[in-house]
């Protein structure tokens, strides 16, 4: 009996399937990005990317409670979805955005920014009565603590807390914070000079006259101290219930809420701290009775439960899952989503750096950013609603930024591959060769391709080298990494230039920031005059100039795209908004409409 | 010699014996043509008695067998013809009259007890489960039937033994277990398909006592398939030789080993070694190779091999098909004449 | 005991020839396994869809030449009329037309046809590959280990033991970067052939184990033979035992497990590059399709559907091939 | 038996010895260094060597693995975090809680995902492979035949993906897949899990049909299936009781590999469908540089595969009373 003949169908069977499968209806059409109509997120492109403006608030501007959103409603319980559980509660262990912009919920520092109005900040006092007395030149700043200002079993938080946050930084437990006030009291590798307080020796330049006042004496002057001390890492720890590793699951809370329960990478619940005053709180609404927080879930699933905004989907919001790519077309060009959506660029700034010491002709390098394929990269990351182009090295919410395009990237976002040619000739070497080096990531490999393809056309040789995800920024802050171009990014750790230029341009050291190598005498005195003027509104009127001779004078890099964040949150929610200095949204205005 | 045409299948019985085969036809639709196993075969036997069925292998005799218990796949295999069993028909019978009959009153002996036992259960559980699907019985009944059973057959220690597997057990037990499987409902009809086949000549007579005792002892009457005329001489009552599906000789032990008159049953004789003979005779097998069932030679099946065509006369052998004749008693299918095939065979004899 | 033997005896005037065919032919078994692989039409079709794709996967550059395009440059973000300012196709199907015939890939947009050409290259390149190192490996391993047998027989079953207990894909996904840095010179770029190599390697790391167990047991069982006994009773060295006695009856076996192997391989090269440990860009890749195919499928699911129905074709056919072939070869395994 | 299990389990003890040595090591060989991942962006010397040290990896690697093959047995003493209980698989380098109960956490999504594929694919898979070899030859065998060729040559992420897309985008036909605890709510546990079900059923229902089938002409060949229907079985007792019998042993050979791969992580299916199981975590655990977990899910999906081939084994002897345990 022939069983061989049975698989004759097979194959028709399978010629079948195949053309009902090819002709299912796919594609999507939409306005061709060529003729540049404006689409629904560029019209807003402009308002996406306006500096927030941040000033120093007055003591009386330090005082609670916080300014509450239009249309405020107290009380319920609001819930937040997103992919990953929160790494590090111990405010000392916190260095990332989402980890800073949560901790809001229940921890503190001396000083914070408090939101006036839309764009309109103020660094105001928090546990402390105003931004800080700064005398001896800088090198001394004095806090004195608010009265009221309570933990969450209703003992006061003392200046001795202050102190000892400050000093159990320096222990062997606590190494991903920031390092700056540390470094500021003793010396740049600050856990070499002084091993933490659980020895009983104390940091003899850091005083605590009596119960509510601290003074701090550092080395050198720094001005802006007060911002250092509003980042989390200085969120403010009790000493009596200090649990070393372990206070990094269970934070002891001074701050709206207190963590009810949490099961790791699940859920967490957070419920009211009856200790907490709002009249001693300028920054933080507290609205809402009651937090639920769940994680694991992929951006793609939180867009589609945003989408469609079903039974308690409408009191969730999502902290920084924005709309996943394959929804952005959905969601941006149907309007009824707009009241739902939340855009804004991001504060952070990124660039593909020219290794100087190996590119050493200007003209090359200024050949390469006429070339540069900004709209192709543009359109690999999700076209103009995903990001936006820039031209220059500081971010726009940098305060004292100026805009400018050297490089005609806006009129001619496809590349201007003639001037680059024209430059080529004149430089050194008409078709050089450049080490690419990139972070092998799916996206990143087809933008390389984009970028292959664009300098190849104005004879560029492009040799493409990908580098494992892991050893990507060991690789490529190495000094002599053997590369000519590379990808890389810096988020100011608060809103001023004086904490771009100095790090990004600042020493040039094996893991350092300064990958570009940028070691011109010019430029790094002009860094050093502008960080010692004393007045904020001329240091970074002067920032935004250097920004352009930087350009101008040296091309040390090419700026990259900047992202922009549309997320969506459910229709019950209120007061949402990402805060335009974390790229978070903050939950200090945030409430849940019944 | 009038060739005698068989009445055509009458409606009713023929004749009132157990077991009535008439004009049974079977054959295979291969790739390559339909291959006719059966054709046109038809033979009695009698209550009590053993009959003796040989051939050479090909010849239909296990064909013919299954078809009695209907164990053919009716997809590939049509069977014409009738099978009376008593008072049943058996060709034309339903699946569940066949199943009911199976095992129970009608039981089959195979050849190879070692891939014709299932491996995977005991042999107690393969002999009880028969005696509880037919008669209904418990386990414990059961158990107890296939100890008994096996004790019968005379297998030692069966209270211990009934629980081994079939691979724990030599050939010549094995077959004891077939055989205490056969008998376990007392059937009224075993067929054994060349039950000694497999086994060395002491088990083989061991094997045939049994068979003996048990018929006398519950009267059931045997279809015994072999290839081996000794073993017929020893256990048969009757015998019925075949030759590419269809009787060439029938009758009693005595008259076709003692008075064969059908050329293919003296080639079968003469091919065998006599306990008599001198040893430096040469044995005288048939000439020639069974003959392919796809197309099957004209005729009578045997006249490409057989050595008498000219006495017959002209190509009468080649153009008819002899039928078995006469009906009863000794039988035969050739047209050589009686006298004819007495002086040939005893003219072969003294050549021994 | 009358056995049916063949004598001619004197009076063979009247016999009738054999009724059934001519004399038989002596046939070698290549030729035999060729008379019925040819009569079985599944077998054939299979054999032409394979050829088919093997012929398109040599011919890609002159198909590329004929169809006028190539899987390299990105049409869709050189012109800009192709797509839509969320990077996908305008036209409907992914972007299918009489210039682009199987529609332009979103975001970098090649053509979708150049790719599944040249993707075929790719996958059948490293499988074929891998499948022939792995059976070489396989057949080595498996015939020491049985024929030699004892210590290095029991050593060999360990390490195959220990190799077959490892998750494969995981190990190659975590350990991939291992073998790259391994093999790359810090200045040049990374060659092409690099990943290939490092994946062929790792898949037959991984396959070789299955292979070489089958043979060792065939061989096994083979050793014990008479005819292996006479060879060596007449002085026949080792190696002739190997290649002259044992070698020839392990080529259906083998040829089995190849022809199993081969698809099997496509499929997971497919599978790593989906998982993205295989082939980096620029290089075609049918498993990086399904990658980017899983990204976008909402708004295109035209491009996902073919590297899917494309594969399903090519593992449907080879499936196919080897079941005729193994059926062809040795009839008596029923599948 | 108890001899034999004793000596495969000492035989599996060793294999899943080599497998986490080989692991442990190779990890030291992937380029980057998993302390720089646990130090904030900007990383002072002293502070990466504090970090370093923190995880343990400033130990000779030997030592580390000493002490990590040590830890699973006896628990072991972590600074600062306190005592690891007996199973210590370590504490993970990404959020510190330990290795062994997330591994617990995660093992039930895998476990429902793989019990409940296996059911499906079990009884479609042997049940067409029985019928197709009854029908051999009939339309029924060439149907079954044609599916399973074409299901054991698609893909997951191929006919997951589309399923997502035809019957949970466009046609809303079923819900996203999810997990749900079966103790809270197993009608919610099935339905959630349904589609990645008989998504990865069509898959492996391929192999067993082809398996079963093949096996099963054969078994209805062997002499004793002739000798059941001779004894008058019904047509039921003897495919179910005789036939099948004999096709067990190489069906339990495919489904102790499958399963073993299954209980290992299912990286695709659960990366197609978003199920946090452990193939899920095992990925995460090599992008993060998380040796712990790493050790964690390569050695479940290894102790799967070899405690799987004891159990098949034994199972042998089980099936077929001829095979002795050697």
Same mark, same amino acid.
């Given at each position: 009996?022939s069983?061989r003949?049975?698989s004759?169908?097979?194959?028709?069977?399978?010629?079948?399937?195949?053309?009902?499968?090819?002709?299912?209806k796919?594609?999507?059409?939409?306005?061709?990005a060529?003729?540049? !109509?404006?689409?629904a997120?560029?019209?807003?492109?402009?308002?996406?990317?306006?500096?927030p403006k941040?000033?120093i608030?007055? #003591?009386?501007?330090?005082?609670?409670?916080?300014?509450?959103?239009?249309?405020?409603?107290?009380?319920?319980?609001i819930?937040?979805?997103?992919?990953?559980?929160l790494?590090h509660?111990?405010?000392?262990?916190?260095?990332?955005?989402?980890?800073?912009?949560?901790?809001?919920l229940?921890?503190?520092?001396?000083?914070?920014?408090?939101?006036i109005?839309?764009?309109?900040?103020?660094?105001?006092?928090?546990?402390?009565?105003?931004?800080?007395?700064?005398s001896?030149?800088?090198?001394?700043?004095?806090?004195?603590?608010?009265?009221?200002?309570?933990?969450? %079993?209703? /003992?006061?938080?003392t200046?001795a807390?202050?102190?000892?946050?400050?000093?159990?930084?320096? #222990?062997?437990?606590? /190494?991903e914070?920031a390092?700056?006030?540390?470094?500021?009291?003793?010396e740049?590798?600050?856990?070499?000079?002084?091993?933490?307080?659980?020895?009983?020796?104390?940091?003899d330049?850091?005083?605590?006259?009596?119960?509510?006042?601290?003074?701090?004496?550092?080395k050198?002057?720094?001005?802006?101290?007060?911002?250092?001390?509003?980042? /989390?890492?200085?969120?403010?720890?009790?000493?009596?219930?200090?649990?070393k590793?372990?206070?990094d699951?269970?934070?002891?809370?001074?701050?709206?809420?207190?963590?009810a329960?949490?099961?790791?990478?699940?859920?967490?619940?957070?419920?009211?701290?009856?200790?907490?005053?709002?009249?001693?709180?300028?920054?933080?609404?507290?609205?809402?009775?009651?937090?639920?927080?769940?994680?694991?879930?992929?951006?793609?699933?939180?867009?589609?439960?945003?989408?469609?905004?079903?039974?308690? %989907?409408?009191?969730?919001?999502?902290?920084?899952?924005?709309?996943?790519?394959?929804?952005?077309?959905?969601?941006?060009?149907?309007?009824?989503?707009?009241?739902?959506?939340?855009?804004?660029?991001?504060?952070? /700034?990124?660039?593909?750096?020219?290794n100087?010491?190996?590119?050493? %002709?200007? !003209?090359?390098?200024?050949?390469?950013?006429?070339?540069?394929?900004?709209k192709?990269?543009?359109?690999?990351?999700?076209?103009?609603s995903?990001?936006?182009?820039s031209?220059?090295?500081?971010?726009?919410t940098v305060?004292?930024?100026?805009?400018y395009?050297?490089?005609?990237?806006?009129t001619?976002?496809?590349?201007?591959?003639?001037?680059?040619?024209?430059?080529? #000739?004149?430089?050194?070497?008409?078709?050089?060769t450049?080490?690419?080096a990139?972070?092998?990531?799916?996206?990143q490999?087809?933008?390389?391709?984009?970028?292959?393809?664009?300098?190849?056309?104005?004879?560029?040789?492009?040799?493409?080298?990908?580098?494992?995800?892991?050893?990507?920024?060991?690789?490529?802050?190495?000094?002599?990494?053997?590369?000519?171009?590379?990808?890389?990014?810096w988020?100011?750790?608060?809103p001023t230039?004086?904490?771009?230029f100095?790090?990004?341009?600042?020493p040039?050291?094996?893991?350092?920031?300064?990958?570009?190598?940028l070691?011109?005498? #010019?430029?790094?005195?002009?860094i050093?005059?502008?960080?010692?003027?004393?007045?904020?509104?001329?240091?970074?009127?002067?920032?935004?100039?250097?920004?352009?001779?930087?350009?101008?004078?040296v091309?040390?890099?090419?700026?990259?795209?900047?992202?922009?964040?549309n997320?969506?949150?459910?229709?019950?929610?209120?007061?949402?908004?990402? %805060?335009?200095?974390?790229?978070?949204?903050?939950?200090?205005?945030?409430?849940?409409?019944? | 010699?009038?060739?005698?045409?068989l009445?055509?299948?009458?409606?009713?019985r023929?004749?009132?014996?157990?077991?009535?085969?008439?004009?049974?036809?079977?054959?295979?639709?291969?790739?390559?043509?339909?291959?006719?196993?059966?054709?046109?075969?038809?033979?009695?036997?009698?209550?009590g008695?053993?009959?003796?069925?040989?051939?050479e +292998?090909?010849?239909?005799?296990?064909?013919?067998?299954?078809?009695? $218990?209907?164990l053919h796949?009716?997809?590939?295999?049509?069977?014409g013809g009738?099978?009376?069993?008593?008072d049943?028909?058996?060709?034309?019978?339903?699946?569940?009259?066949l199943?009911?009959l199976?095992g129970?009153?009608?039981?089959?002996?195979?050849?190879?007890?070692?891939?014709?036992?299932?491996?995977?259960?005991?042999?107690?559980?393969?002999?009880?489960e028969?005696?509880?699907?037919?008669?209904?019985?418990?386990?414990?009944?059961?158990?107890?039937r296939?100890?008994?059973m096996?004790?019968?057959?005379?297998?030692?220690?069966?209270?211990?033994?009934?629980?081994?597997?079939?691979?724990?057990?030599?050939?010549?037990?094995?077959q004891?277990?077939?055989?205490?499987?056969?008998?376990?409902?007392?059937? +009224?009809?075993?067929?054994?398909?060349?039950?000694?086949?497999?086994?060395?000549v002491?088990?083989?007579?061991?094997?045939?006592?049994?068979?003996?005792?048990?018929q006398?002892?519950?009267?059931?009457?045997?279809?015994?398939?072999?290839?081996?005329?000794?073993?017929?001489?020893?256990?048969?009552?009757?015998?019925?030789?075949?030759?590419?599906?269809?009787?060439?000789e029938?009758?009693?032990?005595?008259?076709?080993?003692?008075?064969?008159?059908?050329p293919?049953t003296?080639? $079968? $004789?003469?091919?065998?070694?006599?306990?008599g +003979?001198?040893?430096?005779?040469?044995?005288?097998?048939?000439?020639?190779?069974?003959?392919?069932?796809?197309?099957?030679p004209?005729?009578?099946?045997?006249?490409?091999?057989?050595?008498?065509?000219?006495?017959?006369?002209?190509?009468?052998?080649?153009?008819?098909?002899?039928?078995? +004749?006469?009906?009863?008693?000794?039988?035969?299918?050739?047209?050589?004449?009686?006298?004819?095939?007495?002086?040939?065979?005893?003219?072969?004899?003294e050549?021994? | 005991m009358?056995?049916?033997?063949? =004598? =001619?005896?004197?009076?063979?005037?009247?016999?009738?020839?054999?009724?059934s065919?001519?004399?038989?032919?002596?046939?070698?078994?290549?030729?035999?396994?060729?008379?019925?692989?040819?009569?079985?039409p599944?077998?054939?079709?299979?054999?032409?869809?394979?050829?088919?794709?093997?012929?398109?996967?040599?011919?890609?550059?002159?198909?590329?030449?004929?169809?006028g395009?190539?899987?390299?440059?990105?049409?869709?973000?050189d012109?800009p009329?192709?797509?839509n300012?969320?990077?996908?196709?305008?036209?409907?199907?992914?972007?299918?037309?009489?210039e682009?015939?199987?529609?332009i890939?979103?975001?970098?947009?090649?053509?979708?046809f150049?790719q599944?050409?040249?993707?075929?290259?790719?996958?059948?390149?490293?499988?074929?590959a891998?499948?022939?190192?792995t059976?070489l490996?396989?057949?080595?391993?498996?015939?020491?280990?049985?024929?030699v047998?004892?210590?290095?027989?029991?050593?060999?079953?360990?390490?195959i033991?220990?190799?077959?207990s490892?998750?494969?894909?995981?190990?190659?996904?975590?350990?991939?970067p291992?073998?790259?840095?391994?093999?790359?010179k810090?200045?040049?770029?990374?060659?092409?052939w690099?990943?290939?190599?490092?994946?062929?390697?790792f898949? =037959?790391?991984?396959?070789?184990?299955?292979?070489?167990?089958?043979?060792?047991?065939?061989?096994?069982?083979?050793?014990?033979?008479?005819?292996?006994?006479?060879?060596?009773?007449?002085?026949?060295?080792?190696?002739?035992?190997?290649?002259?006695?044992?070698?020839?009856n392990l080529?259906?076996?083998?040829?089995?497990?190849s022809?199993l192997?081969l698809?099997?391989?496509?499929?997971?090269?497919?599978a790593?590059?989906?998982?993205?440990?295989?082939?980096?860009?620029?290089?075609?890749?049918?498993?990086?399709?399904?990658?980017?195919?899983?990204e976008?499928?909402?708004?295109?699911?035209?491009?996902?559907?073919?590297p899917?129905?494309?594969?399903?074709?090519?593992?449907?056919?080879?499936?196919?091939?080897?079941?005729?072939?193994?059926?062809?070869?040795?009839?008596?395994?029923?599948? | 038996?108890?001899?034999?299990?004793?000596r495969?389990?000492?035989?599996?003890?060793?294999?899943?010895?080599?497998?986490?040595?080989?692991?442990?090591?190779?990890?030291?060989?992937?380029?980057g260094?998993?302390?720089?991942?646990?130090?904030?962006?900007?990383?002072?010397?002293?502070?990466?060597?504090?970090?370093?040290?923190n995880?343990g990896?400033?130990q000779?690697?030997f030592? *580390?693995?000493?002490?990590?093959?040590?830890?699973?047995?006896?628990? &072991?003493?972590?600074?600062?975090?306190?005592?690891?209980?007996?199973?210590?698989?370590?504490?993970?380098?990404?959020? &510190?809680?330990?290795?062994?109960?997330?591994?617990?956490?995660?093992?039930?999504?895998?476990?429902?995902?793989?019990i409940?594929s296996? @059911?499906?694919?079990?009884?479609?898979?042997?049940?067409?492979?029985?019928?197709a070899?009854?029908? *051999?030859?009939?339309?029924?065998?060439?149907i079954?035949?044609?599916?399973?060729?074409?299901g054991a040559?698609?893909?997951?992420?191929?006919?997951?993906?589309?399923a997502?897309y035809?019957?949970?985008?466009?046609?809303q036909?079923?819900?996203?897949?999810?997990?749900?605890?079966?103790?809270?709510?197993?009608?919610?546990?099935?339905?959630g899990?349904?589609?990645?079900?008989?998504?990865?059923?069509?898959i492996?229902?391929?192999?067993?049909?082809?398996?079963t089938?093949s096996?099963?002409?054969?078994?209805?060949?062997?002499?004793?299936?002739r000798?059941?229907?001779?004894?008058?079985m019904?047509? &039921?007792?003897?495919v179910? &009781?005789?036939?099948?019998?004999?096709?067990?042993?190489?069906?339990?050979?495919?489904?102790?590999?499958?399963?073993?791969?299954?209980?290992?992580?299912?990286?695709?299916?659960?990366?197609?469908?978003?199920?946090?199981? @452990?193939?899920?975590?095992?990925?995460?655990?090599?992008?993060?540089?998380?040796l712990?977990m790493?050790?964690?899910?390569?050695l479940?999906?290894?102790a799967a595969?070899?405690?799987?081939?004891?159990?098949?084994d034994?199972?042998?002897?089980?099936i077929?009373?001829?095979?002795?345990?050697?």
């Amino acid at each position: 009996m022939s069983i061989r003949k049975r698989s004759t169908v097979a194959v028709l069977a399978v010629g079948v399937l195949a053309l009902t499968g090819a002709c299912a209806k796919g594609g999507s059409g939409g306005t061709p990005a060529g003729d540049a !109509k404006p689409s629904a997120a560029s019209t807003n492109g402009p308002s996406v990317n306006t500096a927030p403006k941040i000033t120093i608030g007055t #003591a009386d501007d330090s005082k609670g409670p916080a300014i509450a959103p239009e249309g405020v409603v107290k009380g319920g319980t609001i819930n937040q979805i997103g992919r990953d559980d929160l790494a590090h509660l111990d405010p000392g262990r916190i260095y990332s955005n989402v980890e800073s912009n949560f901790a809001l919920l229940y921890a503190r520092q001396l000083t914070g920014y408090k939101r006036i109005a839309k764009n309109d900040y103020k660094l105001v006092g928090d546990l402390a009565t105003d931004t800080g007395e700064v005398s001896d030149g800088g090198k001394t700043w004095k806090f004195t603590l608010k009265d009221g200002v309570k933990w969450q %079993d209703g /003992t006061p938080v003392t200046s001795a807390d202050v102190k000892w946050s400050i000093e159990r930084l320096f #222990a062997d437990y606590s /190494t991903e914070g920031a390092p700056y006030v540390q470094q500021w009291l003793t010396e740049e590798d600050y856990k070499k000079a002084y091993k933490g307080p659980y020895d009983g020796k104390g940091l003899d330049n850091l005083e605590t006259p009596d119960d509510k006042t601290i003074v701090f004496k550092f080395k050198e002057p720094h001005a802006d101290a007060n911002y250092a001390l509003a980042m /989390t890492t200085y969120g403010i720890v009790p000493k009596a219930k200090d649990t070393k590793e372990k206070y990094d699951k269970e934070p002891f809370s001074n701050g709206p809420y207190i963590i009810a329960n949490h099961v790791t990478d699940k859920s967490m619940e957070l419920e009211r701290n009856p200790h907490w005053d709002p009249a001693t709180d300028p920054i933080r609404g507290a609205y809402p009775d009651k937090w639920h927080l769940e994680f694991g879930f992929q951006a793609l699933q939180v867009t589609d439960r945003f989408i469609a905004d079903a039974g308690d %989907d409408k009191k969730t919001f999502s902290f920084y899952t924005s709309v996943a790519p394959e929804r952005l077309q959905q969601v941006l060009s149907d309007p009824t989503f707009k009241p739902r959506l939340m855009t804004q660029a991001s504060p952070y /700034t990124s660039y593909f750096y020219f290794n100087l010491d190996r590119v050493k %002709d200007i !003209k090359i390098r200024q050949a390469i950013n006429y070339a540069w394929p900004t709209k192709q990269t543009q359109q690999i990351a999700g076209g103009p609603s995903s990001s936006v182009i820039s031209t220059s090295i500081l971010n726009p919410t940098v305060s004292g930024f100026q805009d400018y395009d050297l490089f005609n990237k806006k009129t001619k976002p496809e590349g201007d591959i003639e001037k680059a040619k024209e430059l080529l #000739a004149q430089s050194s070497n008409p078709n050089p060769t450049i080490v690419y080096a990139y972070n092998q990531t799916p996206t990143q490999e087809r933008i390389t391709v984009a970028i292959k393809t664009a300098l190849e056309k104005a004879g560029i040789k492009v040799v493409a080298k990908p580098l494992n995800t892991k050893t990507w920024y060991d690789s490529v802050t190495k000094v002599d990494n053997g590369f000519d171009l590379y990808w890389g990014g810096w988020g100011a750790d608060w809103p001023t230039a004086a904490t771009v230029f100095p790090v990004i341009f600042g020493p040039v050291t094996d893991g350092a920031q300064n990958i570009s190598h940028l070691k011109d005498p #010019a430029i790094q005195a002009e860094i050093k005059r502008i960080q010692g003027l004393s007045d904020a509104e001329e240091a970074n009127k002067a920032w935004g100039a250097l920004d352009k001779t930087i350009m101008e004078t040296v091309t040390p890099l090419v700026p990259d795209l900047n992202d922009i964040a549309n997320s969506l949150h459910g229709s019950l929610i209120g007061g949402a908004e990402i %805060d335009p200095i974390s790229w978070v949204v903050t939950p200090n205005t945030i409430f849940v409409k019944q | 010699m009038t060739a005698v045409t068989l009445t055509e299948t009458g409606p009713g019985r023929r004749g009132d014996s157990f077991l009535s085969v008439q004009d049974l036809h079977v054959s295979f639709s291969t790739e390559d043509g339909t291959v006719k196993a059966v054709d046109g075969l038809s033979f009695e036997v009698e209550k009590g008695t053993t009959l003796g069925i040989v051939g050479e +292998s090909g010849s239909g005799k296990s064909v013919t067998n299954l078809a009695i $218990l209907g164990l053919h796949n009716t997809e590939h295999a049509e069977i014409g013809g009738e099978i009376w069993f008593e008072d049943q028909e058996l060709v034309g019978a339903s699946r569940t009259t066949l199943e009911r009959l199976r095992g129970n009153q009608i039981a089959m002996i195979f050849q190879d007890p070692l891939t014709a036992l299932s491996p995977f259960h005991t042999v107690g559980r393969q002999i009880g489960e028969v005696y509880r699907k037919h008669k209904g019985a418990s386990k414990r009944e059961a158990r107890d039937r296939a100890i008994e059973m096996l004790d019968r057959v005379g297998i030692p220690n069966a209270r211990v033994r009934v629980d081994d597997y079939p691979h724990h057990f030599s050939g010549g037990m094995r077959q004891r277990v077939m055989i205490a499987m056969a008998l376990v409902c007392d059937p +009224s009809l075993v067929i054994a398909d060349e039950p000694t086949t497999a086994l060395d000549v002491t088990v083989q007579a061991q094997i045939l006592d049994l068979l003996k005792d048990l018929q006398d002892q519950m009267g059931t009457s045997i279809i015994l398939i072999t290839h081996d005329l000794g073993v017929v001489a020893q256990a048969a009552h009757n015998v019925l030789v075949m030759y590419a599906g269809r009787a060439v000789e029938r009758g009693t032990v005595r008259e076709v080993l003692g008075a064969p008159r059908h050329p293919y049953t003296w080639g $079968l $004789l003469s091919s065998a070694p006599r306990l008599g +003979s001198s040893v430096d005779v040469p044995l005288k097998p048939v000439r020639g190779t069974p003959p392919s069932l796809l197309n099957p030679p004209s005729g009578c099946r045997f006249h490409p091999r057989c050595d008498y065509l000219k006495q017959v006369g002209p190509d009468l052998c080649s153009t008819e098909q002899p039928e078995l +004749s006469p009906e009863t008693g000794h039988a035969d299918a050739c047209y050589l004449t009686l006298k004819q095939k007495q002086e040939i065979y005893t003219e072969l004899m003294e050549g021994r | 005991m009358t056995i049916p033997s063949e =004598t =001619t005896s004197e009076p063979a005037a009247a016999i009738a020839p054999v009724a059934s065919g001519g004399a038989p032919v002596g046939r070698s078994p290549g030729q035999l396994m060729w008379r019925r692989f040819r009569r079985d039409p599944t077998g054939m079709i299979s054999a032409v869809i394979v050829l088919f794709f093997i012929l398109v996967a040599v011919a890609a550059p002159l198909i590329s030449m004929l169809y006028g395009k190539d899987p390299y440059t990105t049409y869709g973000q050189d012109r800009p009329d192709l797509l839509n300012e969320f990077g996908f196709p305008l036209l409907p199907n992914g972007g299918i037309s009489s210039e682009f015939w199987f529609g332009i890939e979103p975001g970098l947009g090649r053509d979708v046809f150049m790719q599944l050409v040249y993707g075929i290259r790719t996958s059948l390149l490293i499988a074929l590959a891998a499948t022939i190192a792995t059976t070489l490996i396989g057949i080595v391993v498996g015939i020491v280990a049985g024929y030699v047998g004892g210590r290095t027989d029991y050593f060999i079953g360990r390490v195959i033991d220990v190799l077959l207990s490892f998750p494969s894909t995981l190990f190659i996904i975590a350990f991939m970067p291992v073998l790259e840095n391994l093999m790359v010179k810090p200045d040049e770029e990374t060659p092409v052939w690099l990943r290939a190599t490092a994946l062929i390697i790792f898949l =037959t790391v991984f396959g070789w184990a299955g292979l070489a167990r089958l043979l060792r047991g065939n061989v096994l069982s083979l050793r014990e033979r008479e005819f292996v006994e006479a060879a060596k009773v007449t002085g026949a060295s080792p190696a002739r035992i190997v290649f002259k006695e044992l070698l020839p009856n392990l080529w259906t076996p083998i040829l089995i497990q190849s022809t199993l192997l081969l698809p099997a391989l496509v499929t997971s090269e497919a599978a790593l590059s989906f998982l993205g440990v295989g082939m980096i860009e620029p290089t075609p890749d049918w498993g990086r399709m399904f990658l980017r195919g899983t990204e976008v499928y909402t708004d295109d699911i035209t491009y996902l559907m073919f590297p899917g129905i494309a594969l399903l074709i090519f593992v449907v056919a080879f499936n196919l091939l080897g079941d005729s072939v193994r059926d062809a070869f040795d009839p008596k395994i029923r599948r | 038996m108890l001899r034999f299990l004793t000596r495969r389990s000492l035989g599996a003890a060793f294999i899943l010895l080599i497998v986490a040595a080989v692991t442990f090591f190779l990890f030291f060989a992937v380029p980057g260094d998993p302390a720089r991942l646990a130090c904030g962006k900007v990383c002072p010397p002293e502070t990466l060597a504090q970090a370093r040290h923190n995880l343990g990896l400033d130990q000779p690697i030997f030592v *580390q693995f000493v002490e990590w093959f040590f830890g699973i047995f006896a628990g &072991r003493e972590y600074e600062g975090l306190g005592h690891c209980p007996a199973p210590c698989l370590g504490y993970s380098f990404v959020n &510190r809680e330990p290795v062994f109960s997330t591994i617990v956490d995660r093992l039930p999504v895998t476990i429902s995902l793989t019990i409940g594929s296996a @059911i499906i694919f079990l009884i479609f898979g042997v049940g067409t492979g029985i019928i197709a070899a009854l029908k *051999q030859g009939k339309p029924l065998d060439k149907i079954a035949s044609i599916s399973s060729l074409i299901g054991a040559s698609v893909q997951i992420y191929f006919i997951g993906t589309l399923a997502m897309y035809f019957l949970v985008f466009q046609w809303q036909v079923i819900e996203r897949p999810r997990y749900v605890p079966i103790t809270e709510d197993p009608i919610g546990w099935a339905y959630g899990l349904m589609l990645p079900w008989v998504v990865l059923a069509i898959i492996f229902t391929a192999n067993y049909t082809r398996m079963t089938r093949s096996t099963m002409v054969e078994q209805l060949g062997e002499d004793y299936v002739r000798t059941a229907r001779a004894k008058g079985m019904s047509a &039921r007792t003897v495919v179910l &009781r005789f036939a099948l019998r004999g096709t067990l042993t190489p069906i339990a050979t495919i489904f102790g590999i499958d399963l073993a791969g299954l209980i290992g992580g299912a990286i695709i299916t659960e990366t197609t469908f978003s199920l946090q199981g @452990i193939g899920r975590l095992s990925i995460q655990s090599v992008n993060n540089s998380d040796l712990p977990m790493l050790m964690a899910t390569v050695l479940l999906a290894a102790a799967a595969i070899v405690v799987l081939n004891v159990i098949v084994d034994a199972l042998y002897a089980v099936i077929d009373p001829r095979v002795r345990l050697s």
